[in-house]
């Protein structure tokens, strides 16, 4: 490696400055230290976006069943208890599996 310094620019004080540490990996022909090697900053954007598919996933999921709360309710209203039953065992998480709606 020619360049033992970084190859990333800071901003910093209002500019920016080639980063002061010494490269510690070598990517396309330019070094970088640890903490701008673009492999370790693309590896924890994947992370954190999964992170975040997960929690959006599992608030998707909470939304569903208080949907299944009224949907519950609207059908013992309709005298379909076989319906309400199931929509309450999914409202209160002890089943994964979602009742249809025009379940006779
Ligand atoms: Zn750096």
Redesign the pocket.
């Known amino acids: 490696m020619s360049n033992p310094k ?1 190859s ?1 620019r ?1 901003f910093q004080d209002f500019r920016y400055y080639g ?1 002061e ?1 010494s490269a510690k990996v070598d990517r396309d022909g330019k070094g ?2 640890k ?2 090697d673009p492999v370790y900053i693309a590896e924890k954007q994947r992370a954190r976006e999964q992170a975040w598919d997960l929690k959006f996933a599992d608030q998707a999921k909470a939304a569903d069943r208080k949907r299944a709360e009224r949907e519950c309710c609207e059908a013992m209203l309709g005298d379909n208890f076989q319906l309400a039953i199931d929509l309450a065992r999914y409202a209160l998480g002890r089943s994964d599996v979602r009742p249809e709606r025009n379940k006779p």
Request: glycine share 0%; aromatic share 12%.
């Open positions: 970084c990333a800071v980063c540490r970088y230290c903490q701008h």
